[in-house]
C-alpha cells in the first residue's frame, strides 16, 4: 500500500526557512508526478510546487512561493523536499504532499484547482510568526 508521509513542519518567525519532506513507503514514485499543497482553514488546497517524473528536471511554483520555495524529489530516497525560505506569516497553513500516476501533468498541480491526485500525505502544520 502505498503511503505518503510529510515531516519538518513546526514554527519559525518571518524571515526563517523549513525544509519539509514527504517519504514515500513503496516503490514506483519515480514514474508519477509530485506536488506540494497547502490548505488554509476554511479554504480549498491549493497547488503550491509541482515537479515532473521521473528525474525532476522540470518544476513549476504558485506565483505566491516562485523565488522562495523549491522542490525537489530523490527517486533513491523516494523522498519530496520542499525548501521554503523567507518565510511570511501568510504562509502559514497545512502543507501536504501528493502524487499522481502518469500520464501526469507537474504544471497543472499549480495552475489547475481541480487538477486530481492520486495519493496524499495527511499533512504537516507549518506557523510562521511575525
Known amino acids: 500500500q502505498k503511503q505518503l508521509v510529510e515531516s519538518g513542519g513546526g514554527s519559525v518567525q518571518a524571515g526563517g526557512s523549513l525544509r519539509l519532506s514527504c517519504a514515500a513507503s513503496?516503490?514506483?514514485?519515480?514514474?508519477?508526478?509530485m506536488g506540494w499543497f497547502r490548505q488554509f482553514p476554511g479554504r480549498e488546497r491549493e497547488g503550491v510546487a509541482g515537479i515532473s517524473a521521473p528525474r525532476g528536471t522540470s518544476t513549476a511554483y504558485a506565483d505566491s512561493v516562485k523565488g522562495r520555495f523549491t522542490i525537489s524529489r530523490d527517486n533513491v530516497k523516494n523522498t519530496l523536499y520542499l525548501q521554503m525560505n523567507d518565510l511570511k506569516p501568510e504562509d502559514t497553513a497545512t502543507y501536504y504532499c501528493a502524487a499522481k500516476l502518469p500520464p501526469c501533468s507537474f504544471s497543472n498541480i499549480v495552475t489547475n484547482p481541480g487538477y486530481r491526485m492520486d495519493y496524499w500525505g495527511r499533512g504537516t502544520l507549518v506557523t510562521i510568526s511575525s
Open positions: 513503496a516503490s514506483g514514485y519515480s514514474t508519477m508526478c
